[in-house]
């Protein structure tokens, strides 16, 4: 398939630049075992969230969509020299189990904090409780509130908050199709176009994973 090369050059930065460590990839494994999809970032791409944490000098991440606790292990292994925190949102607690049993696996147990419920949800009662704010907020969970997840990112930013929202290209069909995700990513974009106290851009990416991409925006205001 066209996409032959995307996986041959991927391997290639993964084996030459990425290099995850031991409870990354057991955390695949886990993961694998207990039968989750297998719709975690690719490790390129859970390395490019670990630098750009790293980068914003980030101590708080808010990440919303944790399956197996993949992306909160690279987002801890950026915040945790600093200590900092990773609070990620899960809806399903056979994920959540799985995560912490991965998370606690790779010696974060203190540092990322699983929270189980619907993420909308969550977020009302994590405002309701004075949560802190967040340095970086990565939206990976379902497309369809994306809109309403990017209203809490708001509310929990300070000017120079970091948001990433992932699968913003789904194979182009961000453009084309009626589905609930295609017209969640749609409204994301609307509310970020319409938004003042953002900037953004986003990136077309290919990989293992296909066509794909992902919006990054910085708290300007
Ligand atoms: N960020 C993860 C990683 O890279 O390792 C992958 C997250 S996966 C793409 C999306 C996750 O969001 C799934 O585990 C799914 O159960 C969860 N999810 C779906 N709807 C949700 C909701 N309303 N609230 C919280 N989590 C939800």
Redesign the pocket.
Same mark, same amino acid.
């Given at each position: 398939s066209e996409y032959a090369k995307f996986d041959s050059v991927n391997a290639w930065i993964e084996t030459s630049l990425v290099k995850q460590d031991a409870s990354l990839a057991s955390c695949l494994e886990a993961n694998a075992t207990a039968q989750l999809e297998d719709? $975690?970032?690719a490790p390129n791409e859970?390395k490019f969230h670990y630098l750009l944490a790293k980068m914003n000098k980030v101590k708080r991440v808010l990440?919303?969509?944790?399956?197996? !606790?993949?992306? =909160?292990i690279w987002f801890a292994k950026a915040v945790a020299p600093v200590g900092g925190k990773v609070i990620t949102?899960? *809806?399903?607690p056979e994920?959540a189990k799985v995560a912490r049993s991965n998370i606690a696996n790779a010696g974060f147990a203190d540092v990322v904090e699983v929270r189980v !419920?619907? =993420?909308?949800d969550t977020l009302k009662k994590m405002r309701e409780d004075g949560e802190e704010g967040f340095d970086y907020v *990565?939206i $990976? =969970? $379902?497309k369809s509130?994306n809109a309403g997840y990017l209203k809490y990112a708001l509310e929990f930013a300070h000017v120079g908050t970091v948001i990433v929202v $992932?699968n913003v290209v789904r194979q182009g069909k961000v453009l084309e199709d009626k589905d609930a995700h295609s017209e969640g990513q749609r409204k994301a974009f609307e509310f970020l176009k319409g938004e003042k106290r953002v900037e953004c851009t986003a990136l077309q990416t290919v990989g293992p994973k296909g066509w794909d991409g992902f919006a990054v925006a910085m708290v300007v205001e």
């Open positions: 719709i $975690d970032v859970g990440e919303i969509g944790t399956l197996g !606790g993949y992306s =909160a949102l899960e *809806f399903e994920h !419920g619907k =993420a909308l *990565f $990976d =969970a $379902d509130n $992932d």
